[in-house]
């Protein structure tokens, strides 16, 4: 049980690294949290940073959901057979997503989660059979809106919201159904800013 909440711990406070906030004070001595939508994601640093630094922002974000799910998972399932391993996989993901939606070290405000919760998705993808599937479809919904519609939040909303049904679909143990809707409300209920510009037609639209 230590283990485990140690481990919780620590994916909590690699999900709170503030990586927008880090880099836009860095590169341009701003705080993210007062330009643009104030959000402090990739996203909005893509607006604030341009392409390059936006993308490597995004990946390290991914990153920051991906690595606690695969190394502290690998190092905790051996010591322990207090949970499921792909259980014990969820609950550090879902701290790592805490952690990035409410960073401790900017008062509790971060971003919206969505790279983070991808990240942690791609870890369990290695352990849950079928959820890769699942994972595939749902980026690939992403992908389909944005070309469609060229708005980010729009087609993070749409993929969140097909998540859980994919993982119905494709028989996915009781847990990671759980987790397909708990994820699913979290990216949806931290877009509502995001939801009601789109409503409005004011949401702007990403420019390739």
């Not at 949970?83 to 879902?94: D, E, K, S």
């Not at 679909?169 to 949806?188: A, E, R, Y």
């Amino acid at each position: 049980m230590p283990a485990i909440i140690s481990a919780v711990i620590i994916s909590y406070l690699i999900g709170s690294i503030p990586t927008a906030y880090l880099f836009t004070r860095a590169i341009k001595g701003v705080d993210i949290r007062k330009v643009g939508s104030g959000n402090v994601g990739a996203t909005n640093a893509l607006r604030v940073l341009g392409k390059g630094w936006g993308g490597a922002i995004l990946f390290i974000d991914i990153l920051k959901g991906l690595l606690p799910v695969v190394f502290l998972g690998n190092y905790i399932q051996p010591r322990t057979d207090f949970i499921q391993a792909h259980n014990l996989l969820i609950i550090i993901g879902l701290s790592s997503i805490c952690g990035h939606n409410w960073t401790i070290f900017l008062g509790f405000r971060g971003g919206k989660g969505v790279a983070t919760t991808l990240g942690v998705l791609l870890g369990l993808a290695f352990k849950v059979p079928g959820l890769g599937y699942a994972l595939s479809l749902t980026v690939l919904c992403w992908f389909i809106c944005f070309f469609l519609s060229r708005i980010i939040s729009l087609s993070s909303v749409f993929a969140a919201f097909v998540f859980p049904f994919l993982t119905m679909f494709f028989k996915q143990p009781p847990t990671v159904k759980l987790l397909g809707v708990l994820l699913s409300l979290f990216i949806i209920l931290r877009h509502k800013p995001n939801i009601l510009r789109i409503i409005k037609g004011e949401e702007p639209r990403f420019k390739l």
